[in-house]
């Protein structure tokens, strides 16, 4: 089972974050326990690192910024994202790709 993806009832993905804020880029740059790591090179600072994050995983999943959901954790580095338009086959085909 991958503990930092599921699939909801509803048939959105959940997607356990962890953030490096300020970071040199941005990018996956693979696994931090049961979450997936993501450098960020904006600061935590008025919610911008939440935003720079949404931007990331909706390029990298190609689905609307409007896709991705904050669902927990919005001022702690352990955050969980909610994605629509996407299935749990195709996320997880993704990330495989980005985390090796």
């Known amino acids: ?7 909801e009832k509803d048939g959105s993905i959940s ?3 962890y953030v490096q804020p ?3 880029q941005n990018q996956i740059s693979g696994l931090h326990g049961d979450a997936v ?4 090179t904006a600061p ?8 720079a994050v949404i931007s990331t995983l909706a390029k990298l999943f ?6 991705v959901t904050l669902k927990s954790g919005s001022q702690n ?17 993704i990330l495989e790709k980005e985390i090796q």
């Open 77 to 93: 580095r352990n955050k969980l994202f909610v994605l629509s338009g996407i299935t749990l086959d195709d996320a997880y085909g």
């Open 62 to 67: 190609k689905i609307p910024k409007s896709a």
């Open 22 to 24: 300020r970071a040199s």
């Open 1 to 7: 089972m991958i503990e930092y993806l599921r699939q």
């Open 15 to 17: 997607i356990r974050i």
């Open 44 to 51: 935590p600072v008025d919610g911008k690192a939440n935003t």
């Open 37 to 40: 790591k993501i450098c960020i």
